[in-house]
């Protein structure tokens, strides 16, 4: 079987340099069909080889919907959705990618690993296990880091795509509970390797808000009550604690239970459980 990716590169147009490094690495895959689209997220991209496709946004829509819009704009069986700094190391990444995807059809995901070309540790937040210590062991896991993901584009849209109206935080949260719960796989490849340098600080008051409501969207959208009840409070309780933005982050979980989380689809209790065995039970 012959799959076609289609590359969805989201950017602010504030890292040129960086930008150009993703585009060519995507356009030296060999052995696979890719089509790229850069979307310009609140401009219009630029100086980009003729090859690849754009979009521009009049204003930032925020990175879920960004990538949504990305990907009705390009064609592909896979979507491959990277962010503006990141880096394909190897030209046969997307082909050994694909070839897991033509051989199992319940394959919905599939994430890289991330390494900072500077040799300092992969963050944490981009390995999709609670015990990250070890970045290097692969295996099927219960989220995945959204900003080098591939994803097959039918099972991405019968699950309705990345929630648009979240802006910004836990997107992949929700979509992963979505797959898992349409009897998907979602695999973790750390023998696929992309280049991420570390990112500058940047979790000021508004993130801090954002990532709190989208926590309460997230658990009023897609828990059984009784886990969305356990889960609220575990990551309220986890907020106070650490003290950090508790502000912000306050006022987000206010806003998140007070405002519209859109479509609830909650997931099956048996789901819930095949996510506790991979290792992330939907309380935490």
Do not use: K
């Not at 944490?124 to 097959?152: M, Y």
């Not at 009023?220 to 502000?247: E, K």
């Amino acid at each position: 079987m012959s799959l076609a990716v289609g590359c969805v590169l989201l950017s602010q147009g504030n890292r040129p340099a960086e930008l150009e490094r993703a585009v060519r690495s995507v356009l030296a895959q060999r052995g696979v069909v890719v089509n790229v689209v850069v979307v310009g997220n609140g401009w219009q991209p630029t100086g980009l080889p003729a090859e690849v496709s754009t979009v521009a946004l009049a204003d930032n829509a925020g990175v879920p919907e960004g990538r949504n819009i990305g990907a009705r704009a390009v064609a592909g069986d896979l979507l491959f959705f990277l962010d503006d700094d990141i880096e394909l190391v190897g030209e046969d990444l997307l082909a050994r990618a694909v070839a897991q995807f033509a051989a199992d059809p319940a394959l919905a995901v599939v994430q890289p690993r991330a390494v900072d070309p500077g040799g300092s540790a992969t963050a944490r937040r981009h390995v999709p296990r609670l015990r990250a210590g070890d970045p290097e062991r692969s295996g099927d896991v219960a989220w995945f880091w959204e900003g080098a993901s591939l994803i097959r584009r039918s099972a991405f849209e019968a699950a309705g795509g990345w929630p648009g109206r979240f802006f910004y935080g836990h997107e992949g949260i929700e979509l992963a509970w979505r797959l898992v719960d349409a009897g998907h796989r979602i695999r973790y490849d750390a023998d696929l390797v992309v280049h991420n340098p570390p990112a500058a600080p940047f979790r000021g008051p508004e993130h801090r808000f954002m990532d709190a409501r989208n926590r309460v969207w997230v658990a009023r959208r897609n828990l059984p009550l009784p886990l969305a009840v356990v889960y609220l409070a575990v990551w309220c309780t986890a907020t106070v604690v650490r003290g950090g933005g508790a502000h912000a982050a306050l006022r987000g979980f206010r806003a998140g239970m007070r405002t519209d989380p859109g479509v609830r689809r909650p997931i099956r209790w048996r789901t819930a459980w095949r996510l506790t065995r991979l290792g992330r039970p939907p309380i935490i």
